[in-house]
């Protein structure tokens, strides 16, 4: 394991409803991503059989229906180099047809010119294999291409290309010769390939391994669009947890962290296929309590996801997301170390600006962020601050750019907004007084969770419960040999277990059965 400074985990949580990733960096939390398991949404990656249905000649593109609510938008210039092959393999392909020799017969022309025009190409009612590049936001749909791409870890498959281009920052000619001579060598007619920099050193056998599982995934979508003649999905990106993994796993992953025993394979033989002398950093976590409040991530998500993002000695944010820009101010509270106010200030807005990277990533802010920092009279501390905001953000996987600050102070970021930012609304509905602002009195709460038990014990005859509280109530029923809970335990003849949640709010709690059932 490397050095103290830079410990990075991985730690997912496998729900029900949807699978959590929580990226954190010396146990701060610095990403995270959610996909809900319950049927598909359209995510970057996936690739769909689309039908055409609307040409838009003023815009120069089309509308595509891949089953969403709103169409998906498909421009000329996306239709990629070799549209022509993809269009005449969907055209001719049948059930009956041997879809292997259609594929490695099919001639790969010239390639479409800059200036071309979609009616040219496109028609209403005919079916296109598209790509989401970019998930539906707000009003607008999924935005796709028709240059299809699978990515691995170390390769970029490119189904109908021709060429095998290797990444500009492996450094070494010899390297990059061996690469593109073992890849070219491997790939059947009609794949093209692109060789990313994590190949770099990487064994034949990994390389051939990788490529076989790529090619396997584009050719078991030949069936779908044989036989299908309507839209539908073909194959998506690998699951939220091996992609997350791909963009991310590098040498300085120190754990990876799953509580759910089928991921856990799937996540360790995702590894061993790219990454074999790492597979032993994944860890199949068995604790009682969750997963991500043992690893302290649900208190990090409370405290980071609100409007008021607090930061150390007294200084905090303010953050603010409207459709079209984000806005966040930065506030020095009460400290004051130096008198010397400048000093001061540059301190504050430095913290500012790491705290403000960090958040950027968390909640996946695009489009335009405006940033109030802190007024500088110095010159220096200003260009200063711009070079490490401009530092802070190399780790950034989105595509973003930052500008100077402005006189007044301001700081213009773009990000690249690939996905809907993450909003968590930290803010719950008290489900006491349900929105009124009114509770019962806390003296008689001890009286109803009571009275809930004697109804439960009477209407189910169960004999054993386990009742779920904040830690705070915890405390209140429990404290003391004579608490009462195991006064209930003694009037009602049953079993009662008392478990701490620290997400319940101060007066929630609610009964369960031995299986783990709610009752209501």
Known sequence: MESEHQEKDLVVDVGSAEVRLALLENHRLIELNRESSQGHSFSVGDVYLGKVKKILPALNAAFVDIGDTKEAFVHYLDLGLHFDAFDKFVKESNPNRDMAELYSGIKIGEPLSKEGRIEDYLKPGQLIIGQIVKE????????LTAEISLAGRNIVLLPFAEKVSVSQKIASKEEKKRLETLVGNILPKNYGAIIRTAAEGSSAAVLVAELRSLIEKWEGAWKTISKNKGKGLLFTEYSKTTTVLRDLLNDSFTNVYVNDPKIYVETRKYISLISPEQEKIV???EGKEPIF??????????SSFGKVVPMKQGAYLVIETTEALNVIDVNSGIRA????????????????????ARQLRLRDMGGIVIVDFIDMDSVEHRNELFKYMTELMASDRAKHNVLPLTKFGLMQITRQRIRPVTEINTTEKCPLCHGTGKIASTVVIDEQIERKLADLVESTG???????VSPIMGAYLTRGWNSFVSKWKRKYKCKLKVVEMTEHSILQYEFYDVNGKVLD
């Open 136 to 143: 539906p936001i707000s009003t607008k749909g999924s935005r």
């Open 337 to 356: 170390k130096t008198n010397d106010q400048e000093e001061n200030t540059f301190e504050v807005n430095k913290l500012a600006a790491e705290e403000i």
């Open 283 to 285: 860890k199949l976590y």
């Open 462 to 468: 169960l004999r054993q419960y386990t009742l779920k």
């Open 293 to 302: 409040d043992h690893f302290e991530v649900t208190r990090q998500i409370k």
